[in-house]
């Protein structure tokens, strides 16, 4: 006989023993719904922090390359140039001018045409200034592309760089090189445009249109000035309106013995730079137009410096070379092409790109800084010129 209590009792203890299993089922459950979730979530964070350090990488080399690259390929034009929003239109206006025979070279072969939208004889001054190099007789000519209507920049550099003439002894002369506004204003702008001229004798125009694609032309319509209006200047150097100039560390460089009268070009040295090829990509430059993917050695645009020989040389070799609106790559394709080789400065690091700011010691010793503003430059000049040693 089962006494009904045991009975009872066992039941109870059976009750427990399942009631203990299912629990322990449910936690067995709970630990393996917590182990995946962890691992998810451990796996989640490996991935992410992997992928966005690579990402990171890639994000800051690229904003380096781009800030590099647009030093590299660019001049320096106001904001209002800097991006231009029909690059790909006049691009394909450009590629569309290829083809079509033109009668702009009587001799040129008609399907020659196209390769001389750079040539700079296909331009005619609208403004020249051609006493000024008879009358100075300059040992430098400072040439600055700048955009027409900047002329917060060209008076900033009229007051600091520009502004001597004479620097140890040698004559300095500085202009300025612009194309045709093609903005709205165009006759007030250039009615202004004649009276600061006749205050100042220091601008250069030509009757190409002031595009930020037009650069090239900018460049080569500065080289054949120099070479018919100024031959007798010993050096030039094409420096951007945001360019801050240590003058007298320039003169000096000149003056170094071992310099080269001749052939001579030199700045901040580009090696093997790949060319551009993404079509949203401003310094974008189609295969049509430059097949290699890298450029010759050049020196970077922000300014350059070369003997007075080489202008004449660049304007001919230029007949025979494509243009791409990438201006001084493609004055380093003049230089492959006249078989001359770019030359390093004596003292590299005088020529710099990026400044973290304005350091008094580190100014009195450089030949070049990319400025963010003319402000700047009137600022930094003025603290640089100020009594007492620099470091
Ligand atoms: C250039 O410097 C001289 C003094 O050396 C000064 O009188 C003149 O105003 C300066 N020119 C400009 C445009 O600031
Ligand atoms: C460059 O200048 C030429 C001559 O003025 C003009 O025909 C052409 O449209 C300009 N190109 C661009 C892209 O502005």
Not at 34 to 43: D, E, G, H, S
Request: with cysteine.
């Amino acid at each position: 006989m089962v006494d009904p209590e045991t009975v009872v009792r066992v039941k109870w203890f059976k009750r427990q023993l399942v009631d203990k299993s299912i629990h322990q089922k449910k936690s067995f459950f709970h630990f393996w719904f917590q182990f995946l979730l962890l691992l998810c979530l451990v796996l989640f964070v490996l991935f992410y922090t992997l992928s966005s350090s690579s990402r990171w990488e890639s994000f800051s080399l690229h904003k380096h390359y781009q800030r590099w690259f647009s030093r590299t390929n660019q001049i320096n034009l106001p904001p209002a140039y800097k991006v231009h929003p029909k690059h790909k239109v006049i691009l394909n206006e450009i590629q569309q001018t290829t083809s079509p025979p033109s009668t702009v070279l009587p001799t040129v072969a008609p399907t020659d045409a196209y390769y001389h939208q750079a040539y700079a004889r296909n331009y005619h001054f609208t403004m020249e200034n051609t006493e000024v190099c008879k009358t100075m007789n300059p040992f430098l000519v400072l040439m600055v592309p700048v955009a027409p209507h900047n002329v917060a920049a060209r008076d900033a550099i009229r007051q600091t760089w520009g502004n001597n003439s004479l620097v140890q002894g040698k004559v300095v002369l500085t202009l300025f090189m612009l194309g045709l506004s093609s903005g709205a204003d165009v006759e007030q702008l250039q009615e202004r445009l004649k009276q600061e001229n006749l205050q100042h004798h220091d601008l250069i125009q030509s009757d190409f249109r002031d595009t930020y694609l037009n650069l090239t032309i900018k460049t080569m319509v500065i080289m054949d000035w120099l070479a018919t209006r100024c031959p007798t200047a010993a050096y030039a150097m094409k420096i951007d309106s945001d360019m801050f100039l240590n003058i007298d560390n320039l003169l000096i460089m000149l003056q170094k013995p071992g310099i080269p009268k001749t052939n001579y070009l030199t700045g901040m040295l580009m090696w093997n730079r790949p060319v551009v090829r993404s079509k949203n990509s401003k310094w974008y430059v189609s295969e049509e137009l430059y097949p290699d993917s890298t450029y010759p050695t050049y020196t970077l645009g922000m300014g350059y410096v070369f003997s007075n020989d080489l202008p004449g040389k660049y304007v001919e070799i230029s007949k025979s070379i494509k243009p791409f609106n990438i201006e001084d790559a493609y004055i380093g394709m003049c230089m492959k092409k006249l078989g001359l080789e770019v030359t390093s400065p004596p003292d590299p690091s005088q020529f710099r790109a990026y400044n973290t700011g304005y350091n008094r010691c580190e100014y009195s010793k450089v030949i070049t800084y990319i400025l963010g503003s003319s402000q700047e430059l009137v600022k930094y000049w003025t603290d640089l010129k100020k009594p007492g040693p620099p470091c």
